[in-house]
């Protein structure tokens, strides 16, 4: 007999899977500062989890030329890249535990992420966690950026499973509002206490109950 699958679950990566913001400020910092501008702290996280060609936009202004804006993204990226292949990358607590736990009870599982393809497979490969997933959607094969569902959406029809059998696992308010309007449940973890209108809100991924995910589903 087929064994029936409980349901989808996708995955946000930076700040739900692993932590690499620390990273992701060395190289938007160190990739800006050979532009010759100086990136504070507070520009960086005002804009952390956004798109990079929305990210330079504001950074640099709407008419920002396309060919610079590719090019300081790629730079910036590549940097990124080399940082978490030379420092490594450990997922959050809970993480992993809990997708191999879901992947061994049959859950179709897929990385819904703004990130671009090669920082995922970076990402992937340093946590040893690329097995467990079945289906990745990255910042290339979306139009459009959280809170528009459309990364979720995609993502669960890669697995070919509804919106109602979709639980989505995220760590932003822009990811939460786009699991909300893509008509599926989610788990939100807040990690800097920030509010998330999610179902379920935990401090981290170790404190869900066993039953968390089978619960949404019901």
């Known amino acids: 007999m ?4 409980p349901g989808a679950v996708l995955w946000d990566l930076d700040g739900t899977l692993v932590d690499s913001a620390d990273y992701h400020w060395q190289s938007w910092r160190d990739t800006m500062a050979a532009e010759g501008v100086t990136l504070t702290f507070e520009a960086f996280r005002a804009t952390f989890g956004w798109r990079n060609d929305a990210i330079l936009h ?8 396309p060919s610079r804006m590719d090019r300081i993204g790629d730079a910036k990226e590549a940097l990124y890249r080399s940082l978490v292949r030379k420092g490594g ?24 992420s703004s990130a671009p393809r090669l920082n995922i497979d970076a990402v992937m490969e340093v946590t040893g966690l690329a097995g467990e997933f079945q289906a ?18 995609l993502a669960a029809e890669r697995l070919g499973m509804p ?9 932003a308010a822009a990811g939460i509002e786009g699991a909300r309007r893509a008509g599926m449940r989610s788990i ?5 206490s920030v509010p ?14 066993p039953d968390a995910f089978a619960r949404l589903i019901r």
């Open 2 to 5: 087929a064994r029936v699958t």
């Open 58 to 65: 504001r950074w640099l202004g709407p008419d920002l030329d």
């Open 89 to 112: 990358l450990a997922p959050l607590p809970g993480a992993a535990e809990w997708v191999r736990r879901l992947h061994i009870e049959g859950w179709a599982q897929a990385l819904a």
């Open 136 to 153: 990745t959607v990255s910042a290339e094969d979306v139009t459009r950026g959280k809170p528009d569902p459309q990364v979720f959406l």
């Open 163 to 171: 919106p109602d059998r979709s639980i989505v696992v995220e760590d």
């Open 188 to 192: 939100g973890v807040a990690r800097d």
């Open 196 to 209: 998330l209108a999610a179902d379920i809100v935990v401090r981290s991924l170790a404190d869900l109950p």
